[in-house]
């Protein structure tokens, strides 16, 4: 079996700063593409940022030039370094990974982490 752990979620200052990290434990060949969604009350989920194998990150318009996406294969870890934060930001945090649960089949298996709450508030 295959879990995300989240963690590094929290309340804080408009401005400031929080990083999330997002572990893949169990049995599998190889991740793939890994990302960070959120979702505040009362709004659909929304795709925060992508990175790839290759290392390729994009953002949301919304979240471009504050957040940084990254990962640690080695660990089998994503990352999402936030900045620069906003009351908008507020929401649960959730990270997606793509798994290759064996060496050959048709497409990776979708995870999601538990989520991890933000708060930005003075």
């Known amino acids: 079996q295959v879990h995300l752990v989240e963690s590094g979620g929290g309340l804080v200052q408009p401005g400031g700063s929080l990083r999330l990290s997002c572990a893949a434990s169990?049995?599998?060949?190889?991740?793939?593409?890994m990302r960070w969604f959120r979702q505040a009350p009362g709004n659909q989920r929304e795709l925060v940022a992508t990175?790839?194998?290759?290392?390729?990150?994009s953002y949301a318009d919304s979240v471009k030039g504050r957040f940084t996406i990254s990962s640690d294969l080695a660990k089998n870890t994503v990352y999402l370094q936030m900045g620069s934060l906003k009351p908008e930001d507020t929401a649960v945090y959730y990270c997606?990974?793509?798994?290759?649960?064996?060496?050959?089949?048709?497409?990776?298996?979708?995870?999601w982490g538990q989520g991890t709450q933000v708060t930005v508030s003075s």
């Open positions: 997606n990974v793509d798994i290759w649960l064996r060496e050959i089949q048709n497409a990776p298996d979708d995870y």
């Open positions: 169990g049995i599998f060949f190889s991740i793939d593409t």
């Open positions: 990175i790839t194998t290759d290392l390729k990150a």
